[in-house]
T-cell receptor, first 116, second 111 residues
Framework: DADVTQTPRNRITKTGKRIMLECSQT?????MYWYRQDPGLGLQLIYY???????NKGEISDGYSVSRQAQAKFSLSLESAIPNQTALYFC???????????????FGEGSRLTVL | DAKTTQPNSMESNEEEPVHLPCNHS???????IHWYRQLPSQGPEYVIH???SNVNNRMASLAIAEDRKSSTLILHRATLRDAAVYYC????????????FGQGTILTVHP
């Protein structure tokens, strides 16, 4: 089983609909992230959370919201989806900073969202 | 944030070494150099990172210039599975875990 699991993997929706993408992890990491990737481009950070009570905006948070329901769960919502939010969305986790850890991010397999 | 510059694409033959360059002329003293790669239809995966000294792990080697304004990811023997987009990313302690991805280098490996 994957350490970072995203659901759904693929979703087609219509403009104006509310959409939730869910992420769960079994790595025991405190830090979780949501990234967006447009075709042919690198990833952009939407929101991040360093623990259950901590939520922070990333580079492109407009039009998105998040919920950290538990250490293992971090959800991304599009309250009213629009076509330019069509993209590939990735969830990631990492450890807290500390001696010996690499700062490595562990990514899920992605959720492909199409907004018509 | 300090930015990185990478070639858009590179090609290699299977079982040959590959040297992927990255320029980061505005790097600050606290910036770490991270490399990630993204295989087709997958999320990015960590490859290696370093601060000042060259680094080796089971996947690759990272050679960092003495002035730290450039670095090179070295794949010692490319395989077809190494075909991916490689991202060179700078990150400092205050932004630990928050990565700024550029467009990366598309590596093609020929049989």
């Amino acid at each position: 089983d994957a350490d970072v699991t995203q659901t759904p993997r693929n979703r087609i929706t219509k403009t104006g609909k509310r959409i939730m993408l869910e992420c769960s992890q079994t790595k025991g990491h405190d830090r979780m992230y949501w990234y967006r990737q447009d075709p042919g481009l690198g990833l952009q950070l939407i929101y991040y959370s360093f623990d259950v009570k901590d939520i922070n905006k990333g580079e492109i948070s407009d039009g998105y919201s998040v919920s950290r329901q538990a250490q293992a769960k971090f959800s991304l919502s599009l309250e009213s989806a629009i076509p330019n939010q069509t993209a590939l969305y990735f969830c990631a986790t990492s450890e807290n900073p500390g001696r010996g850890n690499t700062g490595e991010l562990f990514f899920g397999e992605g959720s492909r969202l199409t907004v018509l | 944030d300090a930015k990185t510059t990478q070639p858009n694409s590179m090609e290699s033959n299977e079982e040959e070494p590959v040297h992927l360059p990255c320029n980061h002329s505005t790097i600050s003293g606290t910036d770490y150099i991270h490399w990630y790669r993204q295989l087709p239809s997958q999320g990015p995966e960590y490859v290696i990172h370093g601060l000042t000294s060259n680094v080796n792990n089971r996947m690759a080697s990272l050679a960092i210039a003495e002035d730290r304004k450039s670095s090179t990811l070295i794949l010692h023997r490319a395989t077809l599975r190494d075909a991916a987009v490689y991202y060179c990313i700078l990150t400092c302690g205050s932004s630990y875990g928050k990565l700024t991805f550029g467009q990366g280098t598309i590596l093609t490996v020929h049989p």
